[in-house]
């Protein structure tokens, strides 16, 4: 009883939330953090990589191939971040980096249903990869963003 009753006197003492500190928390999180997934579908290839790669299937891909124009049409693109376990496994297998983690770190919601990334809102083309390089102001950014993570992040480095 004497423990708490010493809270009774004693001043109350609050740790802020990280967004009330001096240094905002994305900067201090380490290089390789792995944080919400989030797709660039700019630059998604259809490939079905990442969702073969996801070992609790939290990544729903449908993908059909346009019979008239001959290129992939994306037509679903979910991510399921209440089964997500931040593992990493679905953006090394990723030929253009689309799929990549983000700092963001605050998932909590008060429904499952709303955990539920949907990417696709209409059907969009998928990326086809060329031998040349990406031309496309719009385009060449977000290409050039996904390959420099799968070399900074993705890849292994012998140390």
Do not use: W
């Not at 950014?141 to 996904?146: A, E, T, V």
Request: contains cysteine; aromatic residues 8%.
């Amino acid at each position: 009883m004497t423990i708490t009753a010493s809270h009774f006197v004693r001043k109350p003492f609050t740790i802020q939330y990280p967004d009330r500190i001096d240094i905002p928390i994305q900067d201090q999180l380490p290089f390789r953090y792995r944080g919400i997934l989030d797709v660039d579908l700019e630059i998604c290839t259809g490939c079905l990589a990442c969702e073969r790669a996801c070992p609790i299937d939290c990544i729903v891909i449908e993908a059909k191939k346009n019979k008239q124009t001959k290129e992939m049409v994306l037509e679903r693109f979910d991510i399921d971040i209440a089964k997500c376990m931040y593992c990493g496994l679905c953006s090394e297998p990723c030929p253009t980096g689309s799929i990549h983690h983000t700092p963001e770190f605050e998932g909590s919601d008060y429904s499952l249903e709303s955990l539920i990334r949907r990417y696709v809102k209409a059907p969009v083309s998928a990326y086809k990869v060329s031998k040349e390089p990406e031309t496309d102001p719009e385009v060449a950014p977000i290409l050039k963003r996904g390959l420099r993570y799968l070399d900074e992040f993705a890849t292994p480095k012998d140390n």
